[in-house]
């Protein structure tokens, strides 16, 4: 199937893409990588009848190391240039790992961090592990910029907290504090190119001389109509040490607060018993990280 017609318009400043999408509301959408975008169009999911690249923006492209905000990930960086980029696997090693579990070569060759997040699937990848570390969103539109926590930027399949005329600019990463550490796992349906069955994050801080869990976040993937902290699992194991028995019982509960659906994946019933296995990989793994 061929793509529906569109007109294509090459924006030169971020003003000016955020100009367009509110001239055009509905009929417009921006493409960076792609790599999601062409797709829905294909599938006729959305027939926009603009498409606003953001190529010929300057300085979009950028993963840059700021001491005091983290790792800054542009709207133009894609998967592949974060991996390599060097500062992200000797800072942020499970972003990488996480990274690279998505898609083909040429997915992450193509396809952007922040384009990953904006088309907003439930199975994305990059959501769970950058949720848990705290990182947020930049967001230019029409009336300035803001900033949101990336837990609060999802609002369903599809579906953020951007408006008509709103643009994300990057994904900024805190610093990882002293004695925390953090793990993606993702369960894929047939081969390791396919979308998660089940993805799970988690991010642990600990006392390094009780081993006690200070404080913890663990987020599912493709369980629920967005990425969601299982918080019940979390205070199984906050202000304690994460014991095998406890790990347990929190994939247990992490199980029961999963909202799963049957779809050409899995099953409900599947996806949920593995969120059990998932969720005790990610805290072990995390756990492990942090010492």
């Known amino acids: 199937m061929s793509l529906p017609r569109f007109d294509y318009i090459k924006a030169s400043s971020v003003k000016e893409a955020c100009s367009l999408l509110g001239k055009y509301k509905k009929g417009a959408k921006v493409v960076a990588g792609g790599t999601d975008l062409l797709v829905r169009m294909k599938d006729r999911v959305v027939e926009p009848k603009y498409l606003i690249g953001l190529k010929g923006i300057g300085g979009l492209d950028k993963v840059v190391y700021d001491r005091k905000e983290g790792l800054r990930i542009g709207a133009l960086a894609t998967h592949k240039l974060v991996i390599s980029s060097g500062v992200a696997e000797r800072r942020y090693p499970s972003l990488v790992d996480a990274l690279e579990k998505i898609g083909t070569v040429q997915v992450r060759n193509l396809g952007t961090v922040c384009g990953n997040l904006c088309n907003a699937a439930p199975s994305a990848d990059s959501a769970p592990i950058l949720i848990v570390m705290g990182a947020k969103v930049k ?11 990336l ?3 999802f609002r369903g399949p599809g579906k953020t907290v951007l408006g008509a005329d709103e643009i ?3 994904v900024v990463i805190p610093n990882e504090k002293l004695h925390s550490g953090s793990k993606y796992e993702k369960l894929f ?3 390791s190119v396919d979308l998660a069955c089940v993805g799970a994050a988690c991010w642990v801080l600990k006392n390094p001389k009780t081993g006690v869990v200070r404080d913890i976040k663990i987020v599912l993937g493709a369980v629920a109509p967005i990425p969601m902290r299982a918080k019940g699992a979390e205070r199984i194991l906050k202000g304690k040490v994460a014991t095998a028995e406890l790990i347990k019982e929190a994939g247990e509960v992490a199980s029961q607060e999963a909202k799963p659906i049957s779809d050409i994946r899995a099953s409900a019933e599947y996806r949920r018993e593995m969120v ?3 969720v005790r990989r990610a805290i072990k793994g995390a756990v492990e990280v942090a010492g």
């Open 168 to 170: 994300v600019t990057e």
């Open 189 to 191: 349906a047939r081969t």
């Open 151 to 153: 837990e609060k930027f």
């Open 276 to 278: 059990k296995v998932m």
């Open 139 to 149: 967001i230019a539109g029409a009336n300035g910029e803001r900033e949101v926590l």
